[in-house]
Nanobody, 113 residues
Framework: QVRVVESGGGLVQPGGSLRISCASS????????MAWYRQASEKKREWVAS???????DYSDAVKDRFTISIDNTGNTAYLQMNKLVPEDTAVYYC???????WGQGTQVTVSS
């Protein structure tokens, strides 16, 4: 059973930065690609960023130029580097793998002064 585990969330001040992680196994992020989603309180889950087989990336308009998605050399850990954070970024962040679509428990990111 393919699983993902998100981690690295926390409290950060507006304008600050945070890097969250998504762990899996078998180099699956490299071979399948992956995506980050987030869900704010009382909101639907929304897509944030994707990285595809071959390394192409894409971002939602809300995070473009502020967030960076990446995968490590093993293909077992993916990251979302979040810069210039704003309160609207507050959400539970989830990762998933294309086609396989596993979901972890998410990691809470709170942007507040």
């Amino acid at each position: 059973q393919v699983r993902v585990v998100e981690s690295g969330g926390g409290l950060v001040q507006p304008g600050g930065s945070l890097r969250i992680s998504c762990a899996s196994s078998g180099g699956i992020f490299t071979t399948k690609g992956m995506a980050w989603y987030r869900q704010a309180s009382e909101k639907k889950r929304e897509w944030v960023a994707s990285i595809y087989y071959g390394g192409t990336t894409d971002y939602s308009d809300a995070v473009k130029d502020r967030f960076t998605i990446s995968i490590d050399n093993t293909g077992n850990t993916a990251y979302l580097q979040m810069n210039k954070l704003v309160p609207e970024d507050t959400a539970v962040y989830y990762c998933t793998i294309f086609a396989l679509d596993p979901w972890g428990q998410g990691t809470q990111v709170t942007v507040s002064s």
